[in-house]
């Protein structure tokens, strides 16, 4: 199972011709995309399709909506 900030990327290393993908959180893909031996590391959507950094920012205005009017993590901490 997968956390709710976790990121799809893809990439792929200068010496080879496969590109991988796989699941990481953002603070690995920002790591990976880092490394000397990356020709390329994007973020992209379920359908293999890269994702804009307006599609990021959307999105992640869309969890911040979200979260700052759920207030269900409380209700559940509580004893009522």
Do not use: W
Not at 9 to 33: A, C, H, P, S, W
Not at 61 to 68: L, P, S
């Amino acid at each position: 199972m997968h956390a709710a900030n976790d990121v799809t990327v893809r990439f792929k290393f200068k010496d080879q011709t496969k590109i991988y993908g796989g699941v990481m959180t953002d603070e690995q893909y920002k790591n990976l995309k880092s490394l000397p031996a990356i020709e390329f590391c994007q973020k992209v959507d379920k359908l293999g399709k890269k994702v804009t950094k307006e599609a990021e920012q959307l999105l992640q205005k869309r969890f911040n909506q979200v979260f700052r009017n759920d207030s269900s993590h409380v209700r559940n901490l509580s004893y009522a």
